[in-house]
T-cell receptor
């Protein structure tokens, strides 16, 4: 079965550079989430999109922006990279079910960003 | 305030034994979903099992079962017949609200090491 695809898997950037992370959700999933996981930490929510509109926002720095496109893929753009941005970035996708019902969600394999 | 609490930072378990990973949660919303994810050293986040707040039966998926005690707000994961490949970090997560696109909130995780 198709899973959530993230690219690239690994990325090395220098301080002050920009990076773009891509996420391709499971077909027919309409919700995408972005998470940041620092070393030895639990994943921290950054931002989410439902039907191409931002649905929630977490602790996402102003230097970061994200969007979901018409084909439902999403991109996380990160500018003025700092050493502290080095982390594993996950994308997850989910399908909105009926009101009052949660659904399972699946994560991609993550993009490991290293800022040097 | 921490919504998901995993009190066991790490544990050892012998191969073929069962292990229970604790998870308690805090929410005032009647509709929520509880998830367990496995994160091996390679970093990917692997979905294991899901329990909805309205589900009457405890969820089971192969060797994984979820001991859902709603009144106690606990959702412990039971792994039966542990295998060496079960060594990983395990995260408990929750999504709240009737909006099924709610973000995931993670616990701090439990590191499981399975020994021969």
């Amino acid at each position: 079965a198709a899973g959530v695809i993230q690219s690239p898997r690994h990325l090395i950037k220098e301080k002050r550079e920009t990076a773009t992370l891509k996420c391709y959700p499971i077909p027919r999933h309409d919700t995408v989430y972005w998470y940041q996981q620092g070393p030895g930490q639990d994943p921290q929510f950054l931002i989410s999109f439902y039907e191409k509109m931002q649905s929630d926002k977490g602790s996402i720095p102003d230097r970061f922006s994200a969007q979901q496109f018409s084909d439902y893929h999403s991109e996380l753009n990160m500018s003025s990279l700092e050493l502290g941005d080095s982390a594993l970035y996950f994308c997850a996708s989910s399908l909105v079910a009926g009101r009052g019902r949660n659904t399972e969600a699946f994560f991609g394999q993550g993009t490991r960003l290293t800022v040097v | 305030a921490q919504k998901i609490t995993q009190t066991q930072p790490g544990m050892f378990v012998q191969e073929k034994e069962a292990v229970t990973l604790d998870c308690t949660y805090d929410t005032s919303d009647p509709s929520y979903g509880l998830f367990w994810y496995k994160q091996p050293s390679s970093g990917e986040m692997i979905f294991l099992i899901y329990q909805g707040s309205y589900d009457q039966q405890n969820a089971t998926e192969g060797r994984y079962s979820l001991n859902f005690q709603k009144a106690r707000k606990s959702a412990n994961l039971v792994i039966s017949a542990s295998q060496l490949g079960d060594s990983a970090m395990y995260f408990c997560a929750m999504r709240e609200g009737t909006d099924s696109w709610g973000k995931f909130q993670f616990g701090a995780g439990t590191q499981v090491v399975v020994t021969p």
